[in-house]
């Protein structure tokens, strides 16, 4: 899907996210697939309750990662300009034009999150990203459960989060966002054991650029697309 803009989309809620999300990081994603719900849960019941404890202990409730912001330079470029920050948190400093050229981005925007997910492994020299898609026109519990684990995991490792949104979301502020036809942000700290995340978007460049917004919301904003962690 081209990351062109379109038309708007209501912000849909949802129940809130489970305390158990962030040991799904060590559950789910263990073997590097995509698990479904039924796989998830499977793997939970199998895990020893000494290793859940030790996740848990592991895991710090909230951890923000320095990056270098950047306003996106043209009206197509917000994955680039995405890609830049959440490579800036790790030491990469890749100008957007040279991002843009790798990930295929043209004036009618980039692809998808597999674009970003495969720069962001080419340029880290790693295969730590991974795409994850939420089809349909809402999260799911367990799919908001998964965002939570995949940030928690990606920002405990100093990586930062790229995500292709589309419509229109609300911060922990009231500020409205709205990308009607699609969108690229980065996603650089969280807090509450990663219930709210921090945003670095390229489009708002006053301040520092950033907001805080739920992780429930956000993956309802990421419905109908993907993003790289």
Not at 29 to 57: H, I
Request: charged residues 15%; contains cysteine; aromatic residues 10%.
């Amino acid at each position: 899907m081209k990351n062109t803009f379109g038309r708007w989309l209501p912000a849909i809620t949802s129940t809130p996210l489970r305390k158990s999300a962030v040991l799904a990081a060590g559950l789910v994603f263990a073997s590097g697939a995509v698990a479904g719900p039924a796989t998830a849960a499977a793997a939970a019941s199998a895990a020893p309750a000494k290793t859940a404890a030790a996740a848990t202990s592991a895991t710090p409730k909230a951890k923000q990662l320095n990056f270098r912001y950047r306003a996106q330079s043209t009206y197509y470029f917000c994955a680039p300009a995405a890609t830049s920050m959440a490579l800036s948190t790790s030491g990469h400093l890749i100008s957007q034009p040279k991002l843009a050229a790798l990930l295929g981005t043209t004036e009618n925007g980039t692809d998808s999150a597999y674009e970003t997910t495969r720069v962001l492994n080419q340029v880290t020299g790693t295969n730590f990203y991974r795409t994850r898609e939420i089809p349909g026109g809402y999260a799911r519990p367990w799919q908001m459960d998964r965002l939570q684990a995949d940030v928690v995991r990606a920002i405990g490792h100093g990586y930062g989060v790229v995500a292709n949104v589309k419509g229109t979301a609300y911060d922990t502020a009231g500020g409205m966002h709205s990308f009607e036809g699609g969108h690229y942000i980065a996603v650089v700290g969280y807090q509450d054991e990663g219930r709210l995340v921090r945003i670095a978007d390229s489009a708002e460049p006053n301040g520092d650029g950033t907001y805080w917004m739920t992780t429930i919301k956000l993956a309802n904003w990421i419905a109908e697309r993907g993003y790289s962690a």
